[in-house]
């Protein structure tokens, strides 16, 4: 589920392209639910939770 974040489609709407997945968005919000951490340190969690996943997606770019 989670590699789905680096399939997007291009949209022919003005504005900044998807990057991430309605998932990959979602679970980020859902931990930012549960911990209420700023995004920074939102951001270090999702970024630490990939290398310990060993995973190849991009962390999140703020």
């Known amino acids: 589920m989670i590699a789905q974040s680096g399939q997007y489609r291009k949209t022919r ?3 900044r392209s998807n990057h991430y997945s ?11 639910a549960a911990f209420h951490l700023p995004l ?3 951001a270090g969690v999702v970024y630490s939770l990939l290398i ?3 995973a190849s997606l991009q962390p ?3």
Not at 22 to 32: F, G, Q, Y
């Open 40 to 42: 920074r340190a939102l």
């Open 52 to 54: 310990m996943m060993d």
């Open 13 to 15: 709407v003005r504005g």
């Open 60 to 62: 999140l770019q703020l």
């Open 22 to 32: 309605d998932l990959a968005i979602e679970t980020c919000l859902t931990l930012n």
